[in-house]
């Protein structure tokens, strides 16, 4: 059974500040990972995907991916408090016999603190 | 945009009751899930389905059966309902054999059995 393990929180930040959501997981073989945000009430949301050692920035979020440390983080810039949500981190896994499916954390809850 | 419909927001069905949750999608995805939802258990993949009349195990499959007889709908079955099996279900589904693509998610129905 593979894992992803994230600090389920919560995470309280002063609005401005970065907010920073750590994920870990534990195949080694793991190429793409996800980082969904999920509103109370709500479904999940894709915020953006990595699957390359390093850095991607798409607006105010960067996703960090390190994979010899098999661990992947989301920073969110200039926190807002539209940005409390419950954060989920997903790592895709191939499936015998065909298909691929995502293998979810339990998340991390965020506060944005005015 | 990618569509993801499940047929009820809330449902409330009676214990021993066999239960239909229904989801289409409208995006030619090969993938479709369901999950159930849980405080604290994050989110649990009950069952999903790579192709048309193709079905998989996923973590929690007990109690529940499914059924994919057409690309676009995925069906989720309790075959005899019971207490704890009151939870939010949420459908998804993706494309298949591409390691990037993520899963996108439907409204979720909030199922209450009495």
């Known amino acids: 059974q593979k894992e992803v393990e994230q600090n389920s929180g919560p995470l309280s930040v002063p609005e401005g500040a970065i907010a920073s959501l750590n994920c870990t997981y534990s195949?080694?073989?793991?190429?793409?990972f996800f980082w969904y945000r999920q509103y109370s009430g709500k479904s999940p949301e894709l915020i953006m995907f990595?699957?390359?050692?390093g850095d991607k920035e798409d607006g105010r979020f960067t996703a960090q991916l390190n994979k010899a440390s098999q661990y992947v983080s989301l920073l969110i810039r200039d926190s807002q408090p539209s940005d409390s949500a419950t954060y989920l981190c997903?790592?895709?896994?191939?499936?015998?016999?065909?298909?691929?499916?995502?293998?979810f954390g339990t998340g991390t809850q965020l506060k944005v603190e005015l | 945009d990618v569509k993801v419909t499940q047929s009820s927001r809330y449902l409330v069905k009676r214990t021993g009751e066999k239960v239909f949750l229904e989801c289409v999608q409208d995006?030619?995805?090969?993938?479709m899930f369901w999950y159930r939802q849980d405080p604290g258990l994050g989110l649990r993949l009950i069952y999903f389905?790579?192709?048309?009349?193709?079905?998989e195990k996923g973590d929690i499959p007990e109690g529940y059966s499914v059924s994919r007889e057409k690309k676009e709908r995925f069906s989720l079955i309790l075959e005899s309902a019971s207490t704890n099996q009151t939870s939010m279900y949420l459908c998804?589904?993706?494309?298949?054999?591409?390691?990037?693509?993520?899963?996108?998610f439907g409204d979720g129905t909030r199922l209450s059995i009495l």
């Open positions: 990595i699957y390359s050692n």
């Open positions: 997903a790592v895709n896994e191939w499936v015998t016999g065909g298909g691929n499916k995502l293998t």
């Open positions: 995006m030619d995805h090969e993938n």
């Open positions: 998804a589904s993706s494309f298949r054999g591409l390691n990037n693509q993520p899963q996108h």
């Open positions: 389905s790579y192709d048309v009349k193709m079905k």
């Open positions: 195949d080694r073989g793991s190429q793409s």
